[in-house]
């Protein structure tokens, strides 16, 4: 069975390639016997180069391997992206000023204390007790005074939805310098799942961009966009930062923001017609813990007139998706974006207290709270992913907000292990002082896949994908073998090592075929074997 979405209709039988056969000779006698006219000649003609273009697909004639006869792999991302529309041009000068005006409040009402100590908890495996939560981050009542006071200050002034400033809905992905490795993989997998939304691909400036990729990308239905154009990026400390502002300057209306090491398994399009998004504006997915926010929190963002508990049962948010309705929830986009702005001085600590978590994953939430915003939270909990044969975790799996009842999984946020060919397969790498890559997980005996891609065996675990009734894996390294011999990140090498582990692992097989041999190209074609790697 052809899993993977091939267009049957090359799939021919043989007794169906025989009656055309039959019926284009008898045609044919007619034709040029005497009584076809011109028109019928060409109709002939034409009939026969579509014969042979069939006939090749199904024999794979003019190929230089003999292996075993299978489907062809579905339509190449190129071809499929070229239907996709790019995004709407965005009004740099306005959004500047935007960000101007934001910028001006945030600078006159900074948080108290200004640098708050970053503790961590005695332990790191053990969610904290009340008592520990409470008593763990050290502010005093009259900087709890001025924090509070400054954040209604806050809020009062933040700016109005600006009209005809944005439009339509697409994906937003943050990548730039290594993380853009990672999201070739994201952004291959979402053409590959069959997503046709234009997609916005953000860096911080010039120099995290990849000569030519962004490019490459524009043909793709995907565009590049600088931070830098927007505001001084020199003020982001840390990267955690970047995020809430490629979503604030994105051009979309509503959005669909994925960090670079999400790899999408099932086509996220369908989610903006999904209830959840329609009733609410906002979908967050869950993260493993409850909240363990200071609980002088609620008091400083105005949910209750003293230190609280109230955000203690509150499932905290994992924010390597989520979606946005700017229109309906732009205040509480800017609220976060205030918390985002003092969030490595202040309020990452304040709302994790340095627990697992610490960034911009809870700003979200907390800004929703604060300003008694509607959001939906994705009811099914988060599942681990692992390592086949080990109890290495590889990522998470997130569910799809379409289903409510019955968790189907979505997205794979590779947190831990992150799928970027160059990292998986390159050798020597790591010795380029333009481009350094640590060791890749082959070169390296002590990574958790290294005997799997050095042993040619499937990396996720068995028992969960069969449990699960999904298999993604051949379609990621589909889309990493797009990556290392048809981008601008190609290498002979890298393609030869990323070809063989896919024939050898899943049954993929790469030859040249009919179209390659009429140009004279070296280009292959990729074939899905009958059979699948274990």
Same mark, same amino acid.
């Given at each position: 069975m052809n899993i993977y979405g091939d267009d049957p209709s090359f799939s021919l039988k043989p007794h169906l390639i025989r009656n055309i056969i039959r019926k284009f000779i008898r045609f044919h006698r007619g034709a040029f016997g005497g009584k076809g006219s011109p028109r019928q000649q060409v109709v002939i003609l034409l009939g026969w180069f579509l014969l042979a273009y069939a006939v090749t697909r199904y024999t794979h004639f003019w190929t230089d391997s003999s292996s075993n006869a299978g489907f062809i792999c579905g339509t190449p991302k190129h071809e499929r992206s070229q239907a996709v529309s790019l995004p709407n041009p965005s009004d740099k000068e306005k959004l500047s000023q935007i960000w101007k005006t934001l910028q001006t409040v945030f600078d006159a009402y900074p948080p108290q204390p200004l640098n708050l100590t970053l503790k961590t908890f005695k332990s790191i495996s053990e969610f904290p007790s009340l008592e520990d939560i409470k008593n763990h981050t050290k502010i005093s009542k009259e900087e709890a005074r001025a924090a509070r006071t400054a954040h209604i200050e806050v809020t009062k002034k933040l700016p109005s939805y600006p009209d005809r400033t944005f439009s339509g809905h697409g994906i937003v992905m943050l990548a730039g310098g290594r993380y853009s490795g990672f999201a070739t993989t994201g952004l291959g997998m979402l053409r590959e799942v069959g997503s046709k939304l234009p997609i916005e691909v953000w860096v911080k400036d010039q120099s995290e961009e990849w000569e030519g990729w962004c490019t490459e990308l524009a043909k793709e239905g995907t565009v590049c966009r600088r931070l830098s154009d927007y505001m001084d990026v020199s003020l982001l400390e840390h990267g955690y930062q970047l995020k809430i502002s490629s979503i604030l300057f994105s051009s979309f209306e509503q959005l669909l923001f994925l960090d670079a090491d999400n790899v999408p398994i099932r086509n996220p399009d369908?989610?903006?017609?999904?209830?959840?998004?329609?009733?609410?504006?906002?979908?967050?997915?869950?993260?493993?813990?409850?909240?363990?926010? +200071?609980?002088?929190?609620?008091?400083?963002?105005?949910?209750?007139?003293?230190?609280?508990?109230?955000? @203690?049962?509150?499932?905290?948010?994992? +924010?390597?998706?989520?979606?946005?309705?700017?229109? @309906?929830?732009?205040?509480?986009?800017?609220?976060a974006s205030y918390y985002n702005y003092y969030g490595p001085q202040h309020y990452y600590t304040m709302i994790s207290q340095g627990w697992a978590g610490w960034g911009d994953k809870d700003t979200f939430t907390v800004a929703l709270r604060s300003l008694r915003q509607k959001y939906f939270m994705v009811p099914h909990p988060l599942k681990t992913l692992f390592v086949n044969g080990t109890s290495h975790g590889i990522g998470m799996l997130q569910a799809d907000p379409t289903n409510e009842i019955k968790y189907e999984p979505m997205f794979l946020h590779s947190n831990i292990i992150k799928w970027s060919i160059r990292e998986f397969l390159c050798v020597n790498c790591s010795s380029s002082s333009s481009d350094p890559v640590a060791l890749s997980a082959v070169e390296n005996p002590e990574s958790a896949i290294n005997p799997h891609l050095k042993g040619h065996h499937r990396i996720f675990k068995t028992e969960d994908m069969q449990s699960m009734a999904i298999d993604p894996e051949p379609l990621i390294w589909k889309s990493m073998e797009h990556t290392a011999c048809r981008s601008v990140w190609k290498s002979k090498n890298l393609c030869g090592k990323t070809r063989e582990h896919m024939k050898l692992t899943f049954g993929y097989d790469f030859r040249r075929g009919w179209r390659s041999h009429l140009l004279g190209t070296q280009e292959q074609t990729c074939y899905q074997s009958l059979r699948y790697g274990s």
């Open positions: 369908f989610a903006f017609q999904s209830k959840a998004f329609i009733d609410s504006g906002v979908v967050l997915w869950p993260d493993y813990w409850k909240h363990t926010g +200071s609980p002088l929190l609620p008091y400083i963002v105005g949910l209750s007139d003293q230190a609280s508990e109230v955000l @203690r049962n509150d499932q905290t948010a994992e +924010s390597g998706q989520l979606m946005w309705d700017k229109k @309906r929830h732009w205040k509480s986009l800017c609220l």
